[in-house]
C-alpha cells in the first residue's frame, strides 16, 4: 500500500488487514496483491529453499471489503508493486 509517510492517503482503504507473518511479509517487500487480486510472491521469493509458506500463497485470492468504500484502492496497491516489491 501507499505508505502514508510518501504521502499515501490516511485511509481504511490504503490499507490491508493481515495476519501477523503476512503482516511481516508485506512490510519486508516479500508479498504484494497482484492487479487481479490474487497474493504475488516474486520469483526470487519463490525460489528460496524453505521458503515454501509464501510460496504456496502466490496466485490465491484475496477476499475484498464487503463495504465497498473499505475496498483496497488499486492505486495504492499498484504503487506498492511498483516501488516495494522485490523485483
Do not use: C, Y
Not at 11 to 33: C, I, M, Q
Amino acid at each position: 500500500m501507499a505508505s502514508v509517510s510518501e504521502k499515501g492517503p490516511d485511509h481504511p482503504a490504503n490499507a490491508l488487514p493481515l495476519t501477523t507473518d503476512l503482516h511481516w511479509a508485506f512490510n519486508r517487500r516479500l508479498t504484494g496483491v497482484a492487479a487481479d487480486q490474487t497474493i504475488l510472491v516474486p520469483n526470487a521469493i519463490r525460489s528460496i529453499l524453505g521458503n515454501e509458506f509464501l510460496r504456496d500463497l502466490h496466485g490465491q485470492s484475496v477476499r475484498e471489503a464487503g463495504n465497498p468504500a473499505l475496498q483496497e484502492m488499486e492505486e495504492a496497491l499498484d504503487w506498492h508493486r511498483r516501488n516495494r516489491l522485490v523485483g
